[in-house]
């Protein structure tokens, strides 16, 4: 039943096929106040992210763009890691481009086991609307997961590297860690294309621990810490190595 419920929402894209490449600007916020309760000991930098969500026809391209750091704590320093998540709901891929990752590697998986991994969430669809960059969303609740979705958007998809079973794309998502939220929309010529990497589906072997990003040259990777610049956008590209 779960797979045949996974099977309609890749057939649910084909909706969508024939639109224009769009492409959604999102602001995420880390919520160092849930974790400052868990560790008070811990500090963090207090920073905001930007990505952007690309969809042409039934592929999507979510980028990790750009770093604003408001300050930083003396003596701080932590790893951000420049990412790229790619889906393609035709033909059943996943594909993951992390700084994470060793030696040029991506996670590559079939998308209908992606979805299955969120499959038994027990979304309750509520009636509360609310309009996000000039679209209309529905809340869905489900335990700490708060969505705001969109059926003008018939893509299951959302902002970070979860995909849900909602009929439609999420425009914003708050949980215990943080929230994405979508800031502006616009259609663009950006077509989605994969990249020509090295891959694999097992993330557990090819995830760097933070030793090794911090012995190693910083591939993909951005070092926050006092002398980084602050009060600016400071771009975060992923380069194919």
């Known amino acids: 039943m779960k797979k045949f419920s996974i099977l309609c929402l890749l057939i649910m ?35 905001l992210l930007r990505y952007s969500l690309l969809i042409d026809s039934q592929k999507t391209k979510f980028t990790l763009d750009s770093i604003f750091i408001k300050n930083c704590p003396d003596k701080f320093r932590s790893f951000l890691a420049a990412q790229e998540i790619y889906t393609d709901f035709k033909e059943s891929k996943w594909l993951s481009c992390n700084g994470r990752y060793r030696n040029g590697l991506c996670l590559f998986v079939d998308l209908a086991d992606r979805l299955d991994k969120t499959a038994n969430w027990q979304w309750e669809i509520t009636d509360e609307k609310q309009e996000i960059i000039g679209m209309v969303c529905t809340k869905a609740v489900c335990k700490n997961n708060i969505a705001w979705f969109t059926e003008e ?25 943080g929230e994405y939220t979508a800031i502006s929309i616009e259609k663009v010529t950006e077509k989605v294309t994969f990249p020509k990497v090295l891959v ?8 760097k621990s933070f030793s090794e990003m911090d012995d190693q040259p910083l591939n993909n990777i951005f070092l926050i810490s006092t002398a980084s610049p602050t009060n600016k956008w400071i771009p975060i590209q992923f380069k194919v190595e």
């Open 13 to 47: 894209t084909l909706t969508f096929a024939k639109s224009q490449s769009i492409k959604i600007i999102f602001d995420h916020i880390q919520n160092n106040d849930f974790i400052l309760e868990k560790v008070p000991t811990l500090k963090f930098s207090d920073y």
């Open 153 to 177: 958007i018939s893509l299951p998809i959302a902002p970070g590297n979860k995909l849900f079973s909602l009929p439609g794309a999420v425009l914003k998502y708050v949980n215990i860690s």
């Open 200 to 207: 694999s589906d097992e993330e557990g072997k090819i995830t």
